[in-house]
């Protein structure tokens, strides 16, 4: 599959017509008030397109998981007010997903006109892809378009099955994110250096091992790092390690040769917690009481060297605990050196986006990614239902 051979909404006529979007509205919520409405605004650009276009818009997403129940508290209500407030046009709200409301709204609804459908998850199909629910969707419009990147890697019967039914192809979130991520795997601005870090090797073992073969300085910080130096027989510690992971890091290691990079000091300490009495160790031999939670002084500087120069970054995971001050400074180090680069940077995984986000490097880097879990899969190298669904150019 030619990810970036996909039909977007620009290659499809929509004047006139009504249109299915997928999105991802599945905001944070604290006792019914929306706490960030990032997701909606993300999904602004498509929605204002269709609508210039004369289509007639009817949105779904799903909130939570309630499990193909109808839970009020995962009600898509607030985010159809909170909608409505940011196109400054009305929202209007079917009380179903699929029901005699979401129909009879449907049917009568025209062209400039939104209707959200409540959350896809209260249909017990929905994360079955049951064809009849696809069916059902697909009954209510003329064409689809899928822009829930965030839930690509799920075949579900509106982000997939629905697709069996209709022309489909991806909203500009969607599209964005193939571009990016599609674009770095394959056929990047080089040198194309990667950054893992995170707790677990075994998280990303997918993603090291799909890189490995595509780019040409792999640096692993993180948790993770430690799992590659005890298998070769560093000694690291209480510091985070897998010991079943060893003979594959073992495996990667000797694939990669001098591809890969790993910390060289370590800050470490005795009590895991944001205050604790911390030191820096100049190598690769920690005490065995002592557990590393950032990247040393030296290795940040190594790190930086690597990125200089580079075409394109693709970084996932902190390379310490970045959540605490007094670890955070091995992550700051390779933010500022990725922005610094110059280089086309993707940052994929919730934390990662989050230290660059507190740090106000956003704006900054040429792509944070909407969906963990789905960029995750896409950096595997895995097909996306989601997007493998949609019609090719
Ligand atoms: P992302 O969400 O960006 O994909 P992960 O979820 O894989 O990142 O990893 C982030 C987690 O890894 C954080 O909770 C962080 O505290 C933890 N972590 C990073 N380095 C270490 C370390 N050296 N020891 C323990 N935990 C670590
Ligand atoms: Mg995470």
Same mark, same amino acid.
């Given at each position: 599959m030619n990810v970036l051979n996909k039909k977007s909404v620009e290659d499809i006529a929509v004047t006139g017509k009504k249109v299915l979007v997928r999105c991802d509205f599945n905001v944070p919520l604290d006792n019914g008030n929306i706490t960030s409405d990032q997701?909606?605004?993300?999904?602004?650009? @498509?929605?204002?397109?269709?609508?210039?276009q004369g289509a007639a818009l009817i949105l779904c997403s799903h909130l939570g998981r309630p499990k193909g129940q109808v839970m009020p508290e995962f009600s898509l209500a607030p985010v159809a007010k909170r909608l409505g407030e940011l196109l400054s046009a009305p929202v209007v709200m079917a009380s179903d997903v699929i029901g005699e409301s979401a129909k009879c709204l449907a049917a $009568?609804? &025209?062209?400039?006109?939104?209707?959200?459908? =409540?959350?896809?998850?209260?249909?017990?199909? =929905?994360?079955?892809?049951?064809? =009849?629910? $696809?069916?059902?969707?697909?009954?209510?419009a003329d064409v689809f378009v899928n822009d829930a990147f965030g839930s690509a890697h799920r075949a579900h019967s509106s982000t997939t099955g629905v697709a069996n039914y209709l022309p489909a192809v991806c909203g500009y979130l969607m599209q964005k994110e193939l571009e990016y991520i599609g674009g770095a795997l394959g056929n990047p601005q080089r040198p194309l250096v990667a950054i893992l870090g995170g707790a677990k090797v075994s998280d990303k073992i997918g993603v090291i091992e799909n890189l490995l073969g595509k780019v040409d300085t792999l640096i692993v910080g993180g948790g993770m790092a430690y799992t590659f130096l005890a298998? &070769?027989?560093? &000694?690291?510690?209480? *510091?985070?390690?897998?010991?079943d992971k060893?003979?594959?890091?073992?495996?990667?290691?000797?694939?990669?040769?001098?591809?890969?990079?790993?910390? /060289?000091d370590h800050v470490v300490t005795q009590e895991f917690g944001p205050?604790?009495?911390?030191? /820096?160790?100049?190598?690769?031999?920690?005490? =065995? $009481?002592?557990? *590393?939670?950032?990247?040393?002084?030296? @290795?940040?500087?190594?790190?930086?060297?690597?990125?200089?120069?580079?075409? @394109? /970054?693709?970084w996932n995971g902190p390379m310490g605990v970045a959540e605490w001050d007094a670890y955070a400074q091995g992550t700051i180090a390779v933010a500022n050196a990725i922005v610094e680069s110059g280089a086309l940077s993707i940052i994929g995984g919730g934390d990662s986006a989050a230290a660059i986000k507190k740090l106000g490097y956003s704006?900054? /880097? !040429?792509?944070? !990614? @909407?969906?963990?879990?789905? *960029?995750?899969?896409f950096m595997e190298g895995k097909e996306l239902p989601g997007i493998a669904c949609l019609n090719d150019k």
């Open positions: 997701r909606i605004r993300a999904a602004l650009p @498509t929605i204002n397109y269709l609508l210039e $009568s609804l &025209k062209a400039g006109e939104v209707l959200l459908l =409540e959350n896809v998850r209260f249909e017990a199909g =929905e994360t079955k892809n049951c064809p =009849e629910l $696809s069916k059902q969707f697909a009954a209510l298998a &070769k027989g560093n &000694k690291v510690g209480m *510091s985070l390690q897998e010991k060893y003979d594959l890091a073992l495996e990667l290691m000797a694939k990669a040769g001098d591809k890969l990079k790993l910390p /060289v205050d604790g009495f911390n030191k /820096v160790v100049a190598r690769n031999e920690i005490e =065995e $009481s002592w557990e *590393s939670l950032d990247i040393g002084p030296a @290795t940040r500087e190594r790190f930086a060297k690597e990125l200089q120069g580079a075409g @394109t /970054v693709i704006d900054k /880097v !040429s792509h944070v !990614s @909407t969906g963990g879990g789905a *960029s995750l899969e």
